[in-house]
């Protein structure tokens, strides 16, 4: 589809850091494909790719985090971009503290959410994950830099096939 790539080419999403718990299982990865999607009630949707190891351990959980990162957050982006919970664990490599329901939350994130998981939509390679947001944080110093976005983000190499 010639015109949808020449439309997509022109987006620039913020990238988000979501984190899976379920049992003893914990992953987590860079996702581009993501949005609030609901005013009233509150809903926000990541979509994870069927190849993740956080897609797998996300099917088993009730909670997600959702973290934003700054364009400085280079080195972060890359562990859970560039890496593959099937190899490596990501968490022994960041800072985290126990969120919500287990959630994984990383400390060095400009600002994160926890949410319910309340419905899955399967679109074909990816599923979407709509989350009730029930925990939110923020460092206290932010001081406003520009988040992390699409552009900052596609000299990562991704940690699981793209195809």
Known sequence: MV?????????????????????????????????????????????????????????????????????EQQELAALFGGETGHQVDKFARAAWAPGYGGAHVLQDACAWFVGRIEQKTDAGDHVGFVLDPVQYGERGETDGSPLLRLADAVSIEPGHPVD
């Open 3 to 71: 015109g949808m790539d020449a439309f997509t080419d022109r987006l620039n999403p913020d990238m988000y850091v979501v984190t899976a718990t379920a049992g003893d299982e914990r992953a987590g990865c860079l996702v581009g494909f993501a949005s609030q999607c609901s005013i009233r009630p509150v809903r926000f949707v990541v979509w994870l790719s069927k190849v993740n190891r956080t897609y797998e351990v996300a099917c088993a959980a009730d909670f997600l985090a959702v973290h934003l990162l700054t364009r």
